[in-house]
């Protein structure tokens, strides 16, 4: 089955300490993205990669790192979470194309104490 | 800039009967992509539909089907005979093709009564 996987579903965790949120997906996309959303502010780009190796920021980049180095699997890091990075996060992917669909993951719930 | 503008916060219909659900889209770029998305309670974000700015003939997929009007700027999704499990949060989105971002509008929240 065509999907996109996100590992964990739900996290709690408290201020400070590091944790990555894995997303994998097994279309053979050249576009992956993370996306976060919140209340009255919608969904907003975070970063994206293009292909291995190639990242940009998106709109909300600060607090945040990628990495790409299989074009499977494309990880948020929070290198020291903090409470306004309280949100749900999907990653997404998508074919090269610049009008093809994006498929989203389930998502992540972070709480971040 | 691209943007996408959902002016209905909320919207009731009936099981089994049809509903449309705004969207307005701006941008300058010639060639893009509209879609619509479903996100029930649950959070998920479900892919529902799909059209290309120079798509000659409306989008449909089932019960889902797309009212594009170019010159308006408007791309409403229809929905037809309602369900219950259509209860759900909808978000259209643009995505030109000089962006690599995904645009959404803040959504519409469909609930279907009995």
């Known amino acids: 089955e065509a999907q996109v996987t996100q590992n964990p579903r739900y996290l709690i965790t408290v201020t400070g300490k590091k944790l990555t949120v894995t997303c994998s997906q097994n279309m053979n996309h050249e576009y992956m993205s993370w996306y976060r959303q919140d209340p009255g502010l919608g969904l907003r780009q975070i970063y994206y990669s293009m292909n291995v190796e190639v990242t940009d920021k998106g709109d909300v980049p600060e607090g945040y790192k990628v990495s790409r180095k299989e074009k499977r699997n494309f990880p948020l890091i929070l290198e020291s979470p903090s409470p306004n990075q309280t949100s749900l996060y999907f990653c997404a992917s998508r074919a090269g194309g610049a009008l093809e669909t994006q498929y989203f993951g389930p998502g992540t719930r972070l709480l971040v104490l | 800039a691209q943007k996408i503008t959902q002016t209905q916060p909320g919207m009731f219909v009936q099981e089994k009967e049809a509903v449309t659900l705004d969207c307005t889209y701006d941008?300058?770029?010639?060639?893009?992509?509209l879609f619509w998305y479903k996100q029930p309670s649950s959070g998920e974000m479900i892919f529902l539909i799909y059209?290309?700015?120079?798509?000659?003939q409306n989008a449909t997929e089932g019960r889902y089907s797309l009212n594009f009007q170019k010159a308006r700027k408007s791309a409403n999704l229809v929905i037809s005979a309602s369900q219950l499990g259509d209860s759900a949060m909808y978000f259209c989105?643009?995505?030109?093709?000089?962006?690599?971002?995904?645009?959404f509008g803040k959504g519409t929240m469909l609930l279907v009564s009995p």
């Open positions: 941008t300058s770029d010639p060639s893009y992509g």
């Open positions: 989105a643009m995505r030109g093709s000089g962006y690599s971002t995904l645009t």
């Open positions: 059209q290309g700015s120079y798509d000659q």
